[in-house]
C-alpha cells in the first residue's frame, strides 16, 4: 500500500476493523471466565458468557483484509471461531455481545451464542459450531447466486486447517468447480486443530495444494500482514465476481490463544508461542502506519474508540432482557403433530 493520502485511510480502516475485533475477544475473553481484562474491567464473579468461547486473536488481519472488499450484499459463512469475521462483515458489535450473553436482544435472541451467531441483514449467513459445515453452506448459497443471476454478488467461506481434513472441504471445492460458482474459499490456517498441531497430520502440502489438484487456483499469502491480505483479496475478489469460477486464499496466520477460552493450551510450546506474538498482526499494522506517516495519537484514538464501544457492549449486554421462557418453542421446526403448542 503506497504512502498515499487514500492509502493511508484505507489503512487506517483497515486497523480500526483490526483493534475492534480484538478488543471484542478481549473482553468476551474475559466475560467468559470472570476476573479483570487486559483494559481493567472488573466482572462480577460469575461468568457473563456460558458455553465455549472460541477466539481469533491474532487472526485479525484475515477477515479485515477479506472483508474490507465485500459488500453487504454478498454472503458469508464462518467457523466456531467467527467473532472476528462477523465484525468485519460489518454486523453490529453490542448485538454480539448480547447474544453472547445470552439476551433477547441478541441476534439470535440468545439462542445461539458464540458458536451459531448469524445477522442475514449483513449476508452472514452463520457461524458453524461442526468443523467444515461452513464449506457446503456456502457453496449451497453461491450456486444459488449464479443460478438467480440478479449481480456479481459473491460468496466468501472462512474455515480453518483442520478443516481440510473433513469430507465436505473436498466435496465443497469439487462442486464449486465443477459448476464455476462465485466463491472464494478462504483457509485461515492457524496450524492448530483444537489441541492437536495440524501440520503432523494432514499429508502433502496442505489447502493450497488440495485445490490446485482440483483446478481451484489458490494463492498463498502472510495471513498476519494486514496489508498483504487486503492486496491479495482484492485481486481474488475480482476474479470471482468477473466470473472466474471459485478460488481458495489460504492464509498463513497463528491461534494465540488455547482452543477455547478457559484452555491455558499447556500442551503448546512456549517457545512456538513466543515466536508467533513477534509476528502480531495489529503491532505489524501499526508500524506500517507510523512508517508511512499515521500519527500515534491518530491510532491511539481507534484504540480507545474500539475499547470504549466494548465497554458500552457490555454494559447494553448485562443490562439487556433475558429471552421470554415462551421462546424456546420458537424458531424450531414443527413436525405436525402440535406438541409444541
Known amino acids: 500500500m503506497d504512502p498515499s493520502n487514500s492509502g493511508r485511510s484505507s489503512g487506517t480502516a483497515l486497523y480500526r476493523t483490526m483493534v475492534r475485533i480484538r478488543a471484542f475477544e478481549n473482553a468476551a475473553e474475559t466475560a467468559s471466565q470472570g476476573g479483570v481484562s487486559a483494559y481493567g474491567q472488573q466482572a462480577a464473579g460469575a461468568a457473563k458468557v456460558r458455553g465455549p468461547l472460541h477466539l481469533s486473536t491474532g487472526q485479525e488481519a484475515v477477515p479485515a483484509g477479506v472483508c474490507a472488499h465485500l459488500r453487504t450484499s454478498d454472503y458469508l459463512t464462518s467457523t466456531h471461531r467467527g467473532h472476528g469475521h462477523t465484525l468485519a462483515k ?43 459445515a461452513g464449506l457446503p453452506i456456502a457453496v449451497g448459497a453461491a450456486h444459488a447466486q449464479k443460478l438467480l443471476r440478479k449481480s456479481d454478488d459473491i460468496t466468501v467461506c472462512f474455515f480453518g486447517d483442520g478443516a481440510i481434513n473433513r469430507g465436505p472441504f473436498l466435496e465443497a471445492l469439487n462442486w464449486a468447480r465443477v459448476y464455476a460458482l462465485p466463491v472464494l474459499f478462504v483457509c485461515e490456517d492457524n496450524r492448530w486443530s483444537a489441541t492437536t498441531a495440524s501440520g503432523p497430520m494432514t499429508a502433502g502440502d496442505g489447502a493450497s495444494a488440495r485445490a490446485a489438484s482440483m483446478d481451484i487456483a489458490a494463492t498463498q499469502v502472510d495471513g498476519n500482514d494486514v496489508f498483504a491480505v487486503h492486496e491479495t483479496a482484492a485481486r481474488l475478489v475480482a476474479e470471482v465476481r468477473g466470473g472466474g469460477g471459485p478460488r481458495l486464499l489460504h492464509a498463513l496466520t497463528y491461534r494465540v490463544k488455547g482452543h477455547v477460552s478457559v484452555d491455558l493450551a499447556a500442551y503448546r510450546d512456549p517457545a512456538e508461542l513466543a515466536a508467533a ?65
Open 90 to 132: 460489518g454486523a453490529d458489535l453490542a448485538r454480539m455481545m448480547c447474544e453472547l450473553f445470552g439476551k433477547a436482544t441478541g441476534f439470535n435472541g440468545g439462542k445461539g451464542g458464540s458458536m451459531h451467531i448469524a445477522d442475514f441483514s449483513v449476508g452472514m449467513l452463520g457461524a458453524n459450531g461442526v468443523v467444515a
Open 277 to 341: 506474538l513477534e509476528t502480531d498482526p495489529i503491532a505489524r499494522a501499526r508500524g506500517h502506519l507510523l512508517d508511512m506517516g499515521v500519527a500515534a495519537a491518530t491510532l491511539d484514538a481507534i484504540e480507545n474508540a474500539a475499547r470504549d464501544e466494548v465497554d458500552s457492549a457490555l454494559a447494553i449486554a448485562e443490562a439487556a432482557p433475558w429471552p421470554e421462557p415462551g421462546a424456546a418453542f420458537t424458531d424450531v421446526q414443527t413436525t405436525g403433530a402440535g406438541q409444541w403448542t
